[in-house]
T-cell receptor, first 113, second 112 residues
Framework: NAGVTQTPKFQVLKTGQSMTLQCAQDMNHNSMYWYRQDPGMGLRLIYY???????DKGEVPNGYNVSRLNKREFSLRLESAAPSQTSVYFC????????????FGSGTRLTVV | GENVEQHPSTLSVQEGDSAVIKCTYS??????FPWYKQELGKGPQLIID?????GEKKDQRIAVTLNKTAKHFSLHITETQPEDSAVYFC???????????FGRGTSLIVHP
């Protein structure tokens, strides 16, 4: 089925470890996004990419890096995980232009101990 | 920047009742207002949206209304069913390359 695929679905890290969250979409969308979701905080934008080769910081970029590998794939890297990065991470994509909604992936639940 | 406030944070109704969730926004240039439904353990899913040139839009049991003058928009769900239980998010966007601003979500519980 067409959509946004995220891997892994669950991950437990020790403080200081690194990992990369993978995201791929097959809808030929130019724009892709990474959000984190914490209880009571809603969805907060970490980074986004308006097109292949470009990335921009969102509301909460500290501690994260991203790579727009190609039009389909947008990865999120935690170089040195901290307990404050325990969260559910969602990747999303959207069409360009005026007023298009997002298609979200199913999320990665990350716990940093 | 844009600020979106969403109320209530929790809404509990009996099956068959109607549910209304309200959002206000601050930037009069916002022109696109989507609503998302997030079921437990899943990602948010777009369920309905409205653009600023339209006052109301309906899709079966759900409808969205927009009051541009007052800068608020609402989601209406009629004849609620247990499967409507989820977290609902509103958002406001100026479209184009602008990133939407999300509300903090409403947890809707429909009791059988």
């Amino acid at each position: 089925n067409a959509g946004v695929t995220q891997t892994p679905k669950f991950q437990v890290l020790k403080t200081g470890q690194s990992m990369t969250l993978q995201c791929a979409q097959d809808m030929n969308h130019n724009s892709m996004y990474w959000y984190r979701q914490d209880p009571g905080m809603g969805l907060r934008l970490i980074y986004y990419s308006a097109s292949e080769g470009t990335t921009d910081k969102g509301e909460v970029p500290n501690g994260y890096n991203v790579s727009r590998l190609n039009k389909r794939e947008f990865s999120l890297r935690l170089e040195s995980a901290a307990p404050s990065q325990t969260s559910v991470y969602f990747c999303a994509s959207s069409e360009d232009g005026e007023g298009y909604g997002y298609t979200f992936g199913s999320g990665t639940r990350l716990t940093v101990v | 920047g844009e600020n979106v406030e969403q109320h209530p944070s929790t809404l509990s109704v009996q099956e068959g009742d109607s549910a209304v969730i309200k959002c206000t926004y601050s930037d009069s240039a916002s022109n696109y207002f989507p609503w998302y439904k997030q079921e437990l353990g899943k990602g948010p899913q777009l369920i309905i949206d409205i653009r600023s040139n339209v006052g109301e839009k309906k899709d079966q049991r759900i409808a969205v209304t927009l009051n541009k003058t007052a800068k608020h928009f609402s989601l209406h769900i009629t004849e609620t069913q247990p499967e409507d239980s989820a977290v609902y998010f509103c958002a406001a966007s100026k479209g184009g390359s602008y990133i939407p601003t999300f509300g903090r979500g409403t947890s809707l519980i429909v009791h059988p």
